[in-house]
């Protein structure tokens, strides 16, 4: 590298030129074990990302994101933003299981797993090699002047992006307003769901644009958690790495010189293969997103020229620089304890998590009312949050006390619609005698039916005691 060359590297995205212009990545096409462990992964994220819509349990969505309502299933289970510290909670998981899983296992998430990533890489760029070849022949082709052919294949591209842009932004409108409303906007009138069909048009646009356009820059620009990694990653953790020890100095393949230097052969086919542009012979970059293809392409050119393969491959920093095996280091053994508790902290809160929740307080402003010669009674008001798909008319019971609740309204209940909100009045009736302190404490258990669904503590004011 020359010594400009050296001044200036990583002053700029490897996709940006020094004018400043985008370079368009011609990507050739990868094979071997990790791309086809991948593409088997993607099957399976295809598999559950187009089904989990159309799966119902009691009714209700297995998943659904609806941030119009700020109202969340998961797992068939709703959340509302009465359960926000769950949420919280679940947030804070879901940092903390970043930051741990980073450190030790650097952007696996990335490569493998990311939605992102899965389409590009696996549903849209392999359209664009079933159109326009494989990276020769679509640089080729991007050079070429405009002939039918160009036009016909460039047509049918992007005809084709935006077909499946348009397939998935329906599937990701059903994560948040489910499988059956988006069937309403398909079905009815276009005049009766104009907000919906306009949002699938946006969201078309959005992930046209993303496939079609934007594509690694997504990833080297926008996202954050790349971002993130110069602080995540640690000389310990498992990233995608060129043996340098190994491979330096590197030189042409001839079979005279080749024990005199290191066994990359600078064949530049870890580069060709490489979706974001990079060399990862200059060591951990940014714009890696972990997606093996570079490892495939040298474990290819090691093969052919009889050496052991594995020059690029999983490894750490200290790992290749002392030829160290991956270890899994102090932090990281605070991070696997912290994720625990926070685990087990979110799976109890889950799984207790009341499916009716209520809130009982005495009408501000009131004491205590006298209630012929032998009672007293006190004024409260109760808020009721039903989280079942199921109607509840609900029935107030003192627990542990003689006396009695009176509901103001007709039937001595208070009916709460599904998913829905209740609220009302009531009055709790006990005997004088009983009362011996100025506040007394009472339990109110909540029915539906027979069957007791909650019970709340409270106050019970009296008259002072002599
Ligand atoms: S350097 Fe290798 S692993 Fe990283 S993005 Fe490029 S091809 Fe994928
Ligand atoms: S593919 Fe392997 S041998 Fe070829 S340039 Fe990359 S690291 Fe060197």
């Not at 994560?175 to 919906?196: D, F, M, Q, S």
């Not at 080297?220 to 491979?247: E, F």
């Not at 989280?387 to 008319?393: F, G, L, M, S």
Request: glycine letters at 8%.
């Amino acid at each position: 590298m020359s010594t400009e060359k050296k001044e200036s590297f990583r002053d700029r995205i490897a996709t940006v030129d020094p004018s400043g212009k985008r370079k368009w990545i011609f990507a050739q096409k990868p094979t071997g074990k990790w791309y086809s462990a991948r593409t088997y992964i993607s099957w399976f994220f295809f598999i559950l990302f187009f089904s989990l819509p159309f799966i119902y349990v009691h009714g209700r969505p297995l998943f659904l994101f609806d941030v119009t309502q700020a109202r969340f299933i998961i797992f068939g289970k709703v959340f509302w933003p009465q359960d926000f510290f769950i949420f919280g909670l679940a947030m804070i998981t879901f940092i903390v299981f970043i930051v741990l899983f980073t450190a030790a296992f650097g952007r696996l998430f990335c490569g493998w797993v990311c939605p992102q990533t899965i389409f590009m890489e696996m549903f849209f760029r392999k359209i664009e090699y079933f159109i326009e070849g494989n990276a020769a022949e679509q640089r080729l082709l991007a050079r070429a002047p405009w002939t039918g052919k160009k036009l016909f294949k460039k047509a049918g591209k992007h005809f084709l992006f935006f077909l499946f842009s348009f397939v998935i932004a329906n599937f990701f409108l059903a994560y948040i307003i489910g499988i059956k409303a988006l069937g309403k906007i398909i079905t009815e009138p276009v005049h009766e769901h104009v907000g919906g069909l306009l949002s699938i048009l946006i969201f078309s646009g959005i992930f046209y644009a993303v496939y079609a356009y934007f594509r690694e820059q997504v990833c080297t620009v926008v996202c954050p958690y790349g971002r993130l990694q110069s602080v995540l990653l640690d000389r310990n953790s498992m990233i995608v790495a060129y043996d340098h020890k190994r491979g330096e100095p590197r030189g042409k393949f001839t079979k005279k010189v080749m024990h005199e230097q290191g066994d990359c052969i600078d064949c530049m086919q870890c580069v060709k293969v490489c979706p974001t542009g990079i060399d990862i012979r200059n060591g951990t970059q940014m714009e890696c997103v972990g997606c093996t293809a570079c490892i495939d392409a040298c474990d290819a050119i090691m093969d052919k020229i009889n050496k052991p393969l594995g020059l690029i491959r999983y490894a750490s920093e200290n790992g290749i620089g002392n030829r160290e095996p991956l270890k899994y280091t102090g932090r990281m053994k605070l991070y696997t304890i912290l994720l625990g508790v926070l685990l087990l902290l979110l799976g109890f809160l889950l799984f207790t998590r009341k499916e009716v929740d209520a809130t009982i307080m005495r009408t501000p402003g009131m004491l205590y009312q006298q209630r012929g010669t032998d009672s007293i009674s006190n004024l409260y008001n109760i808020k009721v949050a039903n989280k079942t798909i199921d109607r509840i008319p609900l029935q107030l019971k003192l627990e542990g006390i003689n006396g009695q609740v009176e509901i103001i309204g007709e039937h001595n209940s208070i009916t709460v619609k599904e998913e829905g909100q209740g609220s009302g009045t009531f009055f709790v009736v006990l005997p004088a005698k009983i009362i011996h302190e100025r506040k007394l404490p009472i339990r109110i258990g909540l029915y539906n039916e027979k069957e007791k669904i909650d019970e709340i503590s409270t106050n019970f004011l009296g008259p002072v005691a002599e």
